[in-house]
C-alpha cells in the first residue's frame, strides 16, 4: 500500500502512531510552553500600559506650556524617563528569557532517560547561562552609564 515516498512515509507513521496518541499527555507536554506564552504576553502588555502612562503623563505636561524651554525639559525628563524604562523592560525581558532556559534545562532533566547521565550537561548549561546573563546585565548597566554621562555631559556644556 504504500510506496517509498516522503508523503506517504509521513502518512504511515502518523497511521501507525494514531492508535497510541494520548491527548492528556500531549496537552502535558504542551502545558508549559503555554505557561511560557502567557508570562511573555503579561510582560509584553504590562510593559505596553506603561509606556502608554508615560506617554499620556508627558502630553499633559507639555499640554499648557508656551515657554519654549519649559517644552524642551519635559521633553529631556520624558526621554530620560523612557531610557530608564526601556532599560528595565530590556532586563526584565532578558530575567524571563534566563530563567524559563533555566526551567527547561531542569524539565530536560527530569524527563530524561538517564537524568544522572544529563546532570553535568544541565549544570554546564545553566552555568553558561548565568555566566551570559550576567555578561548581559554589566553590558546593559554599562550602556545605560554611558548614556547617562553623555546626557550629563550635554547638559554641562549649555
Known amino acids: 500500500m504504500f510506496k517509498n515516498t516522503p508523503f506517504e512515509a509521513i502518512a504511515k507513521s502518523m497511521t501507525d502512531a494514531a492508535p497510541k496518541f494520548n491527548a492528556d499527555a500531549m496537552q502535558d507536554a504542551i502545558k508549559p510552553v503555554q505557561d511560557n506564552l502567557k508570562v511573555w504576553a503579561d510582560l509584553a502588555q504590562n510593559q505596553a500600559k506603561e ?3 508615560a506617554i499620556a503623563e508627558t502630553m499633559a ?3 499648557d506650556i508656551k515657554d519654549p524651554q519649559a517644552a524642551f525639559e519635559v521633553m529631556k525628563a520624558s526621554a530620560e524617563a523612557g531610557m530608564a524604562m526601556f532599560a528595565k523592560n530590556l532586563k526584565d525581558a532578558t530575567s524571563l528569557s534566563f530563567g524559563q532556559f533555566h526551567s527547561t534545562v531542569d524539565a530536560i532533566e527530569k524527563a530524561h532517560p538517564a537524568p544522572e547521565a544529563f546532570s553535568a550537561v544541565a549544570k554546564n548549561l545553566k552555568a ?4 551570559a546573563e550576567n555578561a548581559l546585565e554589566t553590558a546593559m548597566e554599562k550602556g545605560a552609564a554611558a548614556a547617562g554621562t553623555t546626557a550629563s555631559k550635554a ?3 549649555r
Do not use: C, E, N
Request: aromatic share 0%; proline share 0%; glycine share 0%.
Open 51 to 53: 509606556a502608554q502612562a
Open 61 to 63: 505636561s507639555i499640554q
Open 128 to 131: 553558561a547561562a548565568t555566566t
Open 155 to 157: 547638559r554641562k556644556s
